[in-house]
């Protein structure tokens, strides 16, 4: 089994930014895709942005242009880059990796607070 561990979230205002960790426990290039999920309170997990092992990126709609994700290979590390933060950004956010005929595996999540 694959450990994910997220961190870097907190309380931030309005306009602010974050950048969100997700630190794998063996080489990501063992991935067929990685993504960063969301849920807020009452809402159900909703997706948020993707990278694949050839380096596609991918992202709703709702943060196209304000969040970036990226990775760090040597480190096995995921990155989300947030920028412009809103208050409907709020939720905890988890990381998710996909190996095609195995399955997924899920990090614990980071909260992320944006209020004033």
């Known amino acids: 089994q694959v450990q994910l561990v997220e961190s870097g979230g907190g309380l931030v205002q309005p306009g602010g930014s974050l950048r969100l960790s997700c630190a794998a426990s063996r080489d990501i290039f063992s991935f067929d895709a990685i993504t960063w999920y969301r849920q807020a309170p009452g809402k159900a997990r909703e997706f948020v942005a993707a990278?694949?092992?050839?380096?596609?990126?991918n992202y709703a709609d709702s943060v196209k242009g304000r969040f970036t994700i990226s990775r760090d290979n040597a480190k096995n590390t995921v990155y989300l880059q947030m920028n412009a933060l809103k208050p409907e950004d709020t939720a905890i956010y988890y990381c998710r990796t996909t190996r095609i005929g195995l399955g997924y595996d899920w990090g614990q999540g980071t909260q992320v607070t944006v209020s004033s």
């Open positions: 990278i694949t092992r050839g380096g596609t990126t």
